[in-house]
T-cell receptor, first 114, second 109 residues
Framework: DTEVTQTPKHLVMGMTNKKSLKCEQH?????MYWYKQKAKKPPELMFV???????INESVPSRFSPECPNSSLLNLHLHALQPEDSALYLC?????????????FGPGTRLTVT | TQLLEQSPQFLSIQEGENLTVYCNSS?????LQWYRQEPGEGPVLLVT?????EVKKLKRLTFQFGDARKDSSLHITAAQPGDTGLYLC?????????FGAGTILRVKS
């Protein structure tokens, strides 16, 4: 099973709202990722967790706050977002970080900030 | 400067035609992955190539890794409308995946 699940599928939020995106995998992978993707563009890396510890933050604004409660779950907490943050947010996981690790992506959350 | 140059950016062809997508870099990668992504969905891993000169086949799709492990190609034979999507190559760079800009393929019936 190479499934990564994400909820919700769609999310509309105002600029003053607080919401969370959730990601789950049961493949025993020890690395998990958040990406942001704009239409017809490649995914842009936001955060990397390795063994439940944040290992990479790609200078993401603090209005995005990741959390890894355990090895299967990854959350992305959203607060005071801007309309330009509207995008497809993708979660991915891999066996390990590092060279050659294949990443498996979830279906994404389509976020619209109004 | 894009670390992985992918071409063409956009391809619109008729059903039954063949096509090739290229992914080139001046850097060596230990492996390259190819993904296909449909609108509103996440990228789906098609293949990983690891060895220089390696050729892998997945039904009508043929993937090749250059001898120097700096480039890769994806060839589709007899394209079908179901092949429509965004094709992404990605190379491992440290703890990250470096993506090419993507090729939008549209196959018309």
């Amino acid at each position: 099973d190479t499934e990564v699940t994400q909820t919700p599928k769609h999310l509309v939020m105002g600029m003053t709202n607080k919401k969370s995106l959730k990601c789950e995998q049961h493949m025993g992978h020890r690395a998990m990722y958040w990406y942001k993707q704009k239409a017809k563009k490649p995914p842009e890396l936001m955060f990397v967790y390795s063994y439940e510890k944040l290992s990479i933050n790609e200078s993401v604004p603090s209005r995005f706050s990741p959390e890894c409660p355990n090895s299967s779950l990854l959350n992305l907490h959203l607060h005071a977002l801007q309309p330009e943050d509207s995008a497809l947010y993708l979660c991915a996981s891999s066996q390990e970080t590092g060279l050659g690790s294949e990443q498996y992506f979830g279906p994404g959350t389509r976020l619209t900030v109004t | 400067t894009q670390l992985l140059e992918q071409s063409p950016q956009f391809l619109s062809i008729q059903e039954g035609e063949n096509l090739t997508v290229y992914c080139n870099s001046s850097s060596v990668f230990s492996s390259l992955q190819w993904y296909r992504q449909e609108p509103g969905e996440g990228p789906v891993l098609l293949v990983t190539v690891v060895t220089g000169g390696e050729v892998k086949k997945l039904k009508r799709l043929t993937f090749q890794f250059g001898d120097a492990r700096k480039d890769s190609s994806l060839h589709i034979t007899a394209a079908q409308p179901g092949d429509t999507g965004l094709y992404l190559c990605a190379g491992a760079r440290g703890n990250k995946l470096v993506f090419g800009a993507g090729t939008i393929l549209r196959v018309k019936s």
